[in-house]
């Protein structure tokens, strides 16, 4: 009896030594803080900098190949909103196309995705969308050279895409369809009309206001946009911005700012400025 005793004692001793050596005991609660998380729209402010991704793509938004400024449509807007908010700075990220969204739902240092963007029901899942700004439908751009004038000649034809967006799926539904021979999926719509010039494809599907930017932009260029009598297009959707799930009081501030710029004239004026005609206009 006696040894079993003192085996339990040198045992207790043994537990108590371990835990004194090897592990700190800490009390329920004990230097534990309740940390409160920064609402992003109040970080924004006290840091005066909007943190804005762009897939670099002109006319939405750009780095200006001269000047290197953030440029074109929404960039126009952003700085807008961004005075308006007492918003001293806007800092422009770039990031192609196809990863716009995904970094933008999960990179804590941007605020939110400045870019001519579609809301569409898929990427509303990832992200939450500011209320419209404008509105956009699919074209199709080609060469002079091509005899293209209308869909249906786009049968044995290869045409272009930039990847990841609305018109890629349709590429590939037309493909399925035996409306077209083929289609090359491009990085960026720098790339597709760099590949329709140089005759890599026959014509590119794309957004609107990017065909008529591309004639815009090169008025001698053998570019060809085929009219809304040679193609009717198939898609009409609205244009926003995109925001994490988490950050609605930014999103709100937004919403308020625009409804303010639409009020007083300022987003037609900057829409305007950028040669987007009345139809863009929702």
């Known amino acids: ?35 409160q998380p920064i609402d992003r729209l109040q970080k ?10 762009s897939s670099d793509s002109a006319p939405y938004s750009y780095k200006d190949p001269r000047s290197g400024e953030f440029s074109g449509i929404d960039a126009d807007i952003i700085r807008e909103i961004a005075r308006r908010l007492g918003i001293r700075t806007v800092d422009a990220k770039y990031i192609a196309f196809p990863y716009a969204i995904e970094e933008t739902a999960k990179n804590p240092d941007i605020d939110l995705l400045a870019q001519g963007i579609y809301m569409t029901e898929d990427r509303k899942k990832v992200v939450n969308f500011s209320n419209p700004i404008y509105t956009e439908v699919d074209a199709i751009l080609t060469r002079k050279d091509t005899n293209i004038n209308s869909k249906n000649d786009l049968k044995n034809r290869i045409i272009g895409a930039a990847a990841g967006s609305v ?9 399925l369809q035996g409306l077209i021979r083929d289609y090359t999926r491009f990085y960026d719509n720098n790339s597709l009309l760099l590949a ?5 494809i026959d014509a590119a599907i794309t957004a609107s206001i990017t065909a008529e930017n591309a004639l815009f932009q090169k008025p001698n260029s053998n570019f060809k946009l085929l009219s809304p009598n040679q193609y009717k297009p198939e898609l009409n959707l609205s244009v926003g911005y995109a925001f994490k799930k988490e950050d609605i009081t930014l999103l709100n501030a937004i919403n308020e700012k625009l409804q303010e710029m639409r ?9 305007a400025k950028r040669s987007l005609i009345s139809h863009y206009i929702p």
Do not use: Q
């Not at 018109?167 to 493909?175: F, G, L, P, Q, S």
């Not at 329709?196 to 890599?200: I, R, S």
């Open 1 to 35: 009896m006696k040894n079993f005793l003192k085996f339990i004692a040198l045992s207790i001793i043994s537990l108590n030594l371990a835990i004194g050596t090897n592990a700190k005991i800490i009390k329920a609660n004990e230097h534990m803080t309740s940390v």
């Open 44 to 53: 924004i402010k006290e840091k005066g900098v909007l943190t804005v991704l």
């Open 167 to 175: 018109y890629d799926e349709m590429a590939k539904n037309w493909k």
């Open 196 to 200: 329709l010039e140089n005759k890599t």
């Open 263 to 271: 009020n007083d004239g300022s987003l037609y004026e900057i829409l």
